[in-house]
């Protein structure tokens, strides 16, 4: 099949590099406006394009990958899409439910595949955490919990915290637990980003009444990136980075008679590593999407996958601007628009094409 990759930033460039590894895959142009990425095309022997319209006259790829920044998505899927190539684009999906829903759209109408680019989906720990909270070795879930921090990434200028790391561990949570959306809240801030929030912690309350909680920011002086799924039969821990999965199991239940306020408890048991064949999670992505592009089989993450991903995240940061409670989530999210960016603390506008504009 022949592919080409548009974007050729830090995450662009590893999707040339797998590519350019597979048999199954001839990699014929990496695009991008910087003229540096022409030694990406040199490094993995194919052409080099400024424009990605230019490519897909002179190259006609049967596939490509979209890993230029959000607000470009859109504009460059519907191009692909309506060529029929299949396309798979960066998370999040789109900047709004609109632009989303348009991608969805002519994905359907062209016949091709359009997969997003969750690529926690395919890290070894979280597709064992998912298999064995789904055969009930959890038993009844209370809570999910994600931690994922880090020092500020400078080549993300057109989106923020929320919609480029959070956005992760949005889709993990409704990807390992299925349930409604009863509601959601989230504070979030500016600390030393100029134009979008840096700093964010959000909960979510499912209809089944499963807490989900997340602490993500850009000011983290280390990297962590954890998940955790508590039960009532004991707690999964998965580390993202290592891509190890642990079990902490419930020890032997203690009562207490003589406390009315504390009716019984449990002790700490034992601690399992699982153990997990390390692989690559974008491999297996690109994998995945090669092999369903070519069957005419659904995505594993499909367009409707990231659409709700970015719905949540679009509501989290309604909820941190207009600090409230957002009651359920809807079919369309309408984009939150707000003052221009100041450098205080409080909460910025969620527009996300002018916060590009004021980025260039």
């Avoid at 191009?79 to 359907?108: F, M, N, Y």
């Avoid at 931690?147 to 915290?161: A, H, L």
Wanted: charged share 25%; aromatic share 6%; with cysteine.
């Amino acid at each position: 099949m022949r592919v080409a990759v548009i974007g050729a930033g830090a995450m662009g460039r590893n999707h040339a590099r797998i590519y350019h590894d597979f048999d199954a895959a001839e990699l014929v142009a990496v695009v991008d406006p910087d003229p540096a990425a022409e030694a990406v095309a040199r490094k993995y022997n194919c052409k080099y394009y400024p424009d990605y319209e230019e490519m897909l006259v002179a190259e006609r790829p049967e596939a490509v990958s979209v890993a230029t920044p959000t607000v470009t998505h859109k504009d460059i899927g519907i191009r692909c899409l309506r060529q029929g190539v299949h396309c798979l684009v960066e998370k999040p999906i789109a900047s709004s439910i609109a632009e989303a829903d348009t991608l969805i759209a002519a994905a359907a109408e062209a016949g091709v595949t359009l997969q997003i680019g969750h690529i926690e989906r395919f890290n070894p720990a979280v597709v064992e955490l998912k298999r064995r909270v789904e055969q009930g070795e959890l038993g009844t879930v209370f809570r999910l919990e994600a931690r994922r921090q880090s020092p500020f990434p400078p080549r993300i200028q057109d989106i923020g915290v929320i919609m480029d790391l959070a956005v992760h561990d949005i889709d993990i949570m409704l990807h390992v637990h299925g349930a409604p959306i009863s509601h959601l809240y989230a504070q979030a801030s500016q600390r030393l980003h100029a134009l979008q929030f840096d700093l964010f912690d959000g909960l979510i309350r499912f209809s089944d009444g499963v807490v989900g909680s997340l602490g993500v920011n850009w000011l983290t002086p280390t990297k962590i990136r954890q998940f955790f799924a508590l039960g009532e039969r004991g707690m999964f821990k998965v580390n993202y980075i290592t891509q190890e999965l642990f079990f902490y199991e419930n020890g032997t239940r203690v009562d207490f008679p003589d406390y009315e306020d504390i009716r019984r408890s449990i002790t700490e048991g034992n601690v399992t590593r699982i153990a997990l064949r390390n692989e690559e999670p974008l491999r297996k992505e690109l994998v995945a999407f090669l092999e369903s592009a070519r069957t005419n089989s659904r995505p594993p993450v499909t367009g409707e996958d990231g659409r709700r991903a970015l719905e949540v995240a679009l509501r989290f940061m309604e909820s941190a601007e207009q600090n409230r409670i957002v009651a359920g989530v809807s079919k369309a999210v309408p984009a939150v628009t707000g003052a221009r960016p100041e450098r205080s603390h409080r909460a910025r506008s969620t527009d996300l094409s002018d916060r590009a504009r004021s980025a260039r």
